[in-house]
């Protein structure tokens, strides 16, 4: 079966975020959503969440999920924003255990602090799969990246995250806490024994050198004979080396400090201090 996908693009953040509905009814689902921050001032601002909202309301449609393909470190998630306007669960792969232990730990939150999945409403293993209506999801296992990231293969549409970007931009960087380059390979092997045909679509572009226009779309035979870092069958111990080697020389994404404190907890703020105010943590040389 072939998913209606619609595409949301958010040049502050480069993130692609996805409304995926079944063909022939009104049940879809949102993945990768943003809610938007200005760091400078403090402030979040809804305006992306809402274009999807209206887009929803327009079409007539019914979320049924609101996925998460990882944990972010690069944009905040809409997901509670988006779930008490329209409704659906939210899910996420089963790992977010992993990584709500170790940024548990980095961010200093303490007992109160669940490390158990329980703020998502549902938490996906390998092999699990999900409907949307008619339309049947497939759950991949595809760490690298994080530990937690999910590729949702849906009817002949792959949801990759971060784990892919487009044939002339590459991977994804390996370097974050539980990230491995080696789990990286395995889990893009994976996705390439998909048909050839299926259409892949990734989580962020940035327009490669020499593109002028931002794209977001692509397909598993275009991943196996184009991609610059892992296509044409490179073997894992030239892809180990170059990606360690280039991620070595990346900085920071700017805005992983506020996204990891709201992304483990499924787009929600930290608890409100004695003053009935919020505030998010600064560690200082703890990444």
């Known amino acids: 079966m072939k998913p209606i996908v619609k595409a949301f693009f958010d040049e502050q953040t480069n993130t692609v975020s996805y409304l995926v509905r079944e063909p022939d009814g009104t049940a879809c689902a949102l993945i990768d959503s943003v809610l938007d921050f200005d760091h400078a001032a403090g402030r979040t601002d809804t305006r992306s969440a809402d274009k999807m909202i209206a887009w929803v309301k327009a079409e007539g449609l019914r979320v049924e999920w609101i996925l998460e393909s ?3 470190a690069d944009h905040l998630s809409a997901a509670p924003y ?4 329209l409704g659906g669960k939210i899910g996420i792969g089963a790992n977010i255990t992993l990584v709500q232990d170790t940024f548990g730990k980095v961010f200093n939150e303490g007992t109160e ?4 999945g329980s703020q998502f409403d549902a938490l996906f293993r390998e092999g ?8 049947r999801g497939d759950v991949l296992h595809t760490p690298g990246h994080t530990p ?6 849906i009817g002949d549409a792959a949801f990759v995250g971060d784990t892919l970007f487009m044939p002339d931009f590459g991977t994804a960087r390996c ?12 889990s893009i092997q994976k996705i390439l024994t998909l048909p050839d045909e299926t259409r892949i679509f990734v989580g962020h572009d940035y327009k490669a050198p020499g593109r002028d226009d931002y794209a977001w779309e692509t397909t598993v035979g275009e991943q196996k004979a184009l991609n610059i870092h892992i296509g044409q069958g490179r073997p894992i111990e030239d892809f180990v080396a170059m990606r360690d080697a280039r991620d070595a020389t990346l900085p920071m994404p700017r805005l992983i400090l506020p996204s990891l404190q709201v992304n483990m907890r499924a787009g929600q703020m930290p608890d409100a201090d004695t003053d ?11 990444l």
């Open 70 to 72: 990882h944990v972010h």
């Open 276 to 286: 009935g105010n919020v505030y998010l943590k600064v560690p200082i040389n703890k």
């Open 148 to 153: 937690a990231c999910l590729t949702y293969v």
């Open 175 to 186: 370097d974050f806490p539980g990230g491995s380059s080696e789990a990286l390979f395995q």
């Open 128 to 135: 699990d799969s999900f409907h949307i209506g008619q339309l």
């Open 82 to 85: 988006l779930q008490e306007h």
């Open 113 to 116: 602090f669940q490390r158990d």
